[in-house]
Each structure stands twice: as structure tokens, then as C-alpha cells.
């Protein structure tokens, strides 16, 4: 319900933005979203291209964005104590940055 | 909005026109630009692969010498007999799938005005973007020595993975118990900072094992440990004590290649395998754009065009790198994929990205099974029109932990796949 709104999501308190994110369908518009794609890009040197990785580092690619959003937040807000360097990524991010390369992850076929 | 703008946006209004004749294929197939990429490595393959993933219409020429693909990350394993060089080779053929020309040649000058690149044997490749993504060349000639050192095969550099590697493991193999070996440090910057310190741990490791009574000596141009400061000297003295002997501001200014035997600025020092990693400059092809410290390429991290000749985009060991920013394959991925959206954007008139973000994680292994890594995330400042490192990121492991080992293994799988495959 949320999601249809024309709110933007930067603007949206955490909860919102999560339902936000959730609603958005993977529209042209998200994958056309040039600068997503150059920002993801710098995660898949870890995460493998298109966020399929092999071996101990999790694949992000297919992964609801929502999900993936959640996760670098409870990464930058320290709240995932067992991280090892993903709070030190999640804290050179934006929001909004963070939300778009999300769903340009939840995007990509998780195979 | 000034008149260059209003420019920008109407080539950018006919780049869209372009991509929709491309989707209903009704376009000829005739490219709409040249790209020539030159070097192989992790920043080069990353550009040429990315260009085509992203922009099917572009033709993509990536020249490279070598056959095959060894990882510098990853090959101090090899060193301690940990894994074998075969474990970090691998083949460029995985680029065929994105459309990638492989040509198998060396390139030897840039014809700017005619916008080509000269081959060592084959014909010149013309070209509307050029890529250069050299890697390093040693400066041999600036310590007295060195250069005669290193063509008798006497001294070691193993600073570009591959024959050296599997020679100076040879060398390790047969030092006899007792033996010293020294590595020796130019001062930053130099290609892989946290590597000559990874590779102290390691050969360490394997005389802990094999030759309990030998010695690694680091002699270390720098005034300290120049990465991963804490989490080596812990490693070294937990786990190799006595075993691994650091000496600061110790740089090389001579070899006799006879005797053996480098001359320090304080003293004389012989070792029974001497590891010299020598000062560095951009790889030749790039060196007449070198604009910073006479060594590296000064670019405008926008779109890592030179300085010296814009249109020549320039990434990777070879850069005058932003500060915080290591010589780090890593950072050679990353830099490849912003140029490759560059390079696009400049070919269909779309707009340059003004918001982009490289990041970094560096991962060295301590012992065999243990590894700490170091992190950063850099964003473009306007203001100071250079890439500078997000206040409050990055930083390095708590201490050094067998999970991030496992990490080690997957990030070489998956940067590996992202470079070739």
C-alpha cells in the first residue's frame, strides 16, 4: 500500500522504507537505473557478478530487496555483531544509494 | 544550464534512439565505437568484459602477452607451499562468451592523432576509447646493482605472479635449515601494500614447519609497517616468535650480485635467499602519460582520463591512486567498472556518473589457515574533484579469525569469475 504511493522513499522512516522497497516492482524504470548498476558493480568483486557467489560469501543476487536493504542497515547500525566487514561497507553508503543497489540485486536472477 | 550541457542531453536524447533500433534489432550491426583495452590484468580484463556485458553494441579489443591469467592475490600460497601455481592460473577463454577480442600481442606506442594502438607484430588497432591498464614496471636502475641482480635470476622480485613465484619457491625449498631469508620494501606507494608483510607470515609459516631454525629478516624502506600495522606485528609475535626479525627505514640502495650482499643506508646485509621488491612505476605503455611523482599516472577519477592526454583512460597498479586508496586488484576491478561506464557513456552520449563509488577489501592471510583484511569505501568529492575515502567506513578486522579465511577463498573465486568469466 505503501509502495503505491508516490512518496519518495529516501523520506520515509525505516519501516516505511522497507514496505516501500518490498512494494516496488522491478519496473523498467529500476533496471534502467544506470548509476544502481555502476554502484553493484563494486559489490560483485565479493558477492561475485550479478551477486552470485561461490562459496563462503552469500550470494545477494534474487534476494528480496527489502531483505537486502534491512540487512546493510542492521550492518551500518552495528546491530549484526558477528559482521566482519560488512559494517564497514554499509557505513560509506547512503539510503537511497543503498536502497536502489538493493533492488538492483533483488533484480538479477538468483541463478 | 550552460551550452556544453544542453549538449550533452541532446546526444544523450540520440544514444536512447540508437538503443531502441538495437532492441528491435533492425539497427546493422555495425558498432557504434571501438574500445581497446591494453593489459589483462585485473583491472583491464574487468574493463573489456564489462564494456561488452553492459554494451553489446561496442567492439572490445583487449590486447594481453601473456596466455594466461596468474593472480597476484593469492600466490604468496603459493610461496608456502600451501597451493600450487596452477591453483592461481587461469584462462582468458571464459571472455569469448561477452564478445571479447583476445588479441595475443604486445602493445608497443599510442598513436594519438590517429587514435591507434601499435602492436609488437600485429597491425595497428584504431581505436575511439583507449583503455590502458599496464600493471607496474620495477625500477631496477634506481638501486645500484639491482638491475644485474636481477638478470642472473639471483634476486627475486615475485611482485608479478608466475615464473618468479615458482622460482622463489624453488629458492625456499632449497635453503638449508638455519638459513635467513630477507625481503626487502620500497617505500609507498607500491603495488599491494599489506603483501610484502602477508608474505613474511607465510614463509614463516612454512619454516615453522619445514625449517625450524631459519629466519625471515623484512627490511622495510618505510619508518613502519605500511598496512595491517597491529594485525601483523600480533601474528608475527604470536605466531612465528623469534622467527621473523622487522627492521624499519631500511631501504635498499645496493646489490652486489656476486657476493649477494645489499647495501642498507646503516649497514651491509647478507641473506641465503634475498627477495628484493623494487621500486615501481606505471607499466611502459603507460609511462608517457606519467604525471605524479615521476612514477604514476596522474587521472581525473570522473572517468580516470589521464591528465596529461584526456580521452586515454588509465586504471588500475598504474595510477597516481586518490588518497586511502591502495594499489590493490580490488581497487583495479572497481576502477575498471567505472571506466567501462565511462566509456560507454561517452560512446552513446549518455551522462558520466557524478556520484561514483569504488570500494575496497583487501583480505592477507597470517598463517594457513587465518586471515585479516582491510577495508574502504571512496566517493567522488566535488568540491576537491578527487575520490576520497567515506568518513565513518572502512577499516580492519578485529583480529584475525579462520571465518575470514574462508571469505579469502570465496572473494578469489568470485573476483576471479568477475574478471574472466
Not at chain 1, 15 to 40: E, K, N, V
Not at chain 1, 77 to 106: C, P
Amino acid at each position: 500500500m505503501n509502495g503505491r504511493l508516490p512518496l519518495p522513499c529516501g523520506r520515509l522512516p525505516a519501516l516505511g522504507a522497507l514496505i516501500c522497497a518490498l512494494a516496488a516492482p522491478p519496473s523498467a524504470a529500476q533496471s534502467a537505473d544506470r548509476q544502481a548498476r555502476a554502484w553493484a558493480a563494486a559489490c560483485a568483486a565479493c558477492h561475485g557478478s550479478e551477486g552470485r557467489s561461490e562459496g563462503a560469501i552469500p550470494s545477494i543476487a534474487g534476494r528480496e530487496a527489502g531483505e537486502l536493504y534491512r540487512a546493510m542497515v542492521e550492518f551500518r547500525d552495528g546491530q549484526r555483531t558477528y559482521a566482519t566487514v560488512m559494517h564497514q561497507h554499509a557505513r560509506g553508503y547512503s539510503d537511497d544509494e543503498l536502497r536502489r543497489i538493493a533492488r538492483f540485486f533483488a533484480a538479477r536472477p538468483a541463478r | 544550464m550552460g551550452p556544453g550541457r544542453r549538449h550533452l542531453l541532446g546526444a544523450g536524447l540520440a544514444g536512447s534512439a540508437w538503443a531502441l533500433l538495437g532492441c528491435g534489432r533492425i539497427g546493422s550491426k555495425k558498432p557504434i565505437g571501438r574500445v581497446v583495452v591494453v593489459g589483462g590484468g585485473f583491472g583491464g580484463a574487468t574493463a573489456a568484459k564489462y564494456v561488452r556485458k553492459w554494451e553489446p553494441r561496442i567492439e572490445v579489443t583487449l590486447v594481453e602477452r601473456n596466455e594466461l591469467f596468474v593472480s597476484c592475490p593469492l600466490s604468496n600460497l603459493v610461496l608456502a607451499g600451501l597451493r600450487g601455481i596452477d591453483d592461481v592460473t587461469l584462462p582468458y577463454s571464459g571472455l569469448a562468451k561477452y564478445g571479447v577480442i583476445l588479441v595475443r600481442d604486445e602493445a608497443t606506442a599510442i598513436d594519438v592523432d590517429r587514435r591507434q594502438v601499435r602492436l609488437a607484430r600485429g597491425a595497428p588497432l584504431p581505436y575511439d576509447r583507449l583503455v590502458l591498464a599496464p600493471g607496474i614496471d620495477f625500477q631496477f636502475d634506481r638501486v645500484p646493482g639491482l638491475a644485474v641482480a636481477d638478470a642472473s635470476g639471483r634476486v627475486l622480485h615475485a611482485w608479478k605472479a608466475g615464473a618468479q613465484t615458482v622460482a622463489l619457491r624453488r629458492q625456499l625449498e632449497a635453503m638449508p635449515d638455519g638459513g635467513v631469508f630477507a625481503i626487502s620494501i620500497p617505500r609507498v606507494p607500491f603495488r599491494c601494500p599489506p603483501g610484502p608483510y602477508e608474505r613474511a607470515c607465510l614463509v614463516a609459516h612454512y619454516f615453522k614447519a619445514a625449517k625450524p631454525r631459519s629466519k625471515v629478516v623484512v627490511l622495510d624502506a618505510n619508518p613502519d609497517v605500511a598496512s595491517k600495522r597491529d594485525l601483523f606485528v600480533a601474528a608475527w609475535n604470536e605466531l612465528y616468535p623469534g622467527l621473523i626479525e622487522y627492521r624499519p627505514d631500511s631501504e635498499l640502495i645496493g646489490f652486489d650480485a656476486r657476493t649477494g650482499v645489499a647495501r642498507l643506508e646503516v649497514e651491509d646485509f647478507a641473506a641465503d635467499v634475498f627477495n628484493v621488491i623494487p621500486p615501481q612505476q606505471a607499466g611502459r605503455i603507460a609511462q608517457p602519460l606519467i604525471s605524479v611523482d615521476d612514477q604514476w599516472v596522474g587521472v581525473e577519477f570522473l572517468t580516470f582520463e589521464s591528465e596529461k592526454v584526456p580521452g586515454i583512460h588509465v586504471i588500475g597498479d598504474a595510477i597516481a591512486t586518490a588518497y586511502g586508496m591502495p594499489k590493490s586488484a580490488f581497487m583495479a576491478n572497481n576502477h575498471a567498472k567505472l571506466v567501462a561506464d565511462a566509456v560507454i557513456a561517452r560512446l552513446t552520449g549518455e551522462p558520466i556518473n557524478e556520484a561514483p563509488i569504488l570500494a575496497n577489501t583487501c583480505y592477507s592471510y597470517v598463517s594457513d589457515r587465518e586471515v585479516v583484511h582491510v577495508a574502504s569505501v571512496h566517493k567522488w568529492d566535488a568540491a576537491k574533484k578527487t575520490m576520497l575515502p567515506v568518513q565513518g567506513s572502512g577499516g580492519l578486522s578485529a583480529a584475525r579469525t579462520e571465518l575470514e579465511a574462508h571469505y579469502a577463498q570465496s572473494w578469489a573465486r568470485n573476483i576471479w569469475d568477475d574478471v574472466l568469466d
